[in-house]
């Protein structure tokens, strides 16, 4: 009976090896990540996210592949960023400001007439005091801030015409889930109210809601215009875009997958 000498079982194994590292199969494997979102679609933010997800698979070959769900499919921020911390979604982007829930420091963000304009909140970025409070996020939460960059101011959309303050008094007006724009419109004698963004238009021509507040490009995508008759320049928050990831699913990719999807969410918010 013939044998093989043990040297030609050797060699045949890392010819195995390597065919199956080079096969087909192997080399379209992919890392497969579920990329999530809640603003309306056709919206500036949303098409941030499409040139992302562009990006990414354009330079990764394919091997990294975001399922992109569009628009408020999988919930509303709150929603979303909840299913990015415990892992079921990997990937989100939005407004930077909806951190604040998790990180208090956020909430300068959301405060008031505090930035001037995006080259103001640009540096604010840009410095040692975001890293710190983004790194804290990351370590309490499991959020690791892929970009962030500012985008438009919001304004304020109204049936009445709204030139001081008082104007604002006892009128009914949808703000976002988030307490420091509660406060803010309480100050200045608004009634706020909690309506889904995708229902504010809704909430306008039924008189729900006598206004609402938004950055212009959203804003208009959802109508605001139509459902109060008067758009007010307020400026009154500098709003963002971020790009977001599941810190644990991040550190599990290679350096090289890494790069590609930080420089690609530093070029789309850009």
Excluded: C
């Excluded at 997800?53 to 999988?74: F, I, M, P, T, Y």
């Excluded at 921020?77 to 930077?96: A, F, H, K, P, R």
């Excluded at 208090?104 to 970025?125: P, R, S, V, Y």
Aim: charged share 20%.
């Amino acid at each position: 009976m013939k044998t093989r000498h043990p040297l030609f079982k050797s060699t045949a194994a890392v010819a195995f090896g390597a065919a199956m590292l080079f096969s087909p199969a192997a080399a379209n494997a992919q890392e497969k990540l579920l990329f999530a979102e809640a603003d309306t679609v056709g919206s500036l933010l949303n098409l941030t996210n499409i040139m992302f997800a562009e990006l990414v698979s354009e330079r990764s070959g394919g091997a990294l592949a975001l399922n992109h769900v569009q628009g408020s499919q999988l919930g509303n921020d709150t929603q979303v960023i909840e299913q990015m911390i415990e892992g079921s979604v990997d990937i989100y982007g939005d407004v930077l400001g909806w951190y604040a829930k998790w990180e208090d420091d956020f909430n300068i963000l959301n405060w008031g007439f505090t930035f001037d304009d995006a080259d103001h909140m640009q540096k604010f970025i840009e410095s040692e005091l975001f890293a710190e409070i983004a790194g804290r996020l990351r370590e309490s939460n499991n959020i690791h801030i892929l970009a962030a960059a500012p985008t438009e101011a919001r304004e304020l959309f109204a049936k009445p015409v709204v030139s001081t303050p008082d104007d604002l008094v006892g009128v009914k007006m949808r703000v976002p889930g988030i307490q420091t724009y509660v406060l803010l419109w309480e100050t200045l004698g608004a009634s706020p109210a909690r309506v889904a963004w995708a229902e504010v238009f809704l909430g306008l021509k039924t008189g729900t809601i006598e206004a609402a507040e938004g950055p212009p490009n959203p804003a208009y995508a959802q109508k605001f215009h139509q459902g109060t008759g008067n758009v007010m320049l307020t400026n009154h928050v500098q709003s963002t875009m971020q790009l977001s990831m599941n810190a644990e699913r991040f550190d599990s990719l290679s350096p090289e997958m890494q790069k590609i999807l930080t420089e690609a969410a530093q070029e789309s918010v850009a």
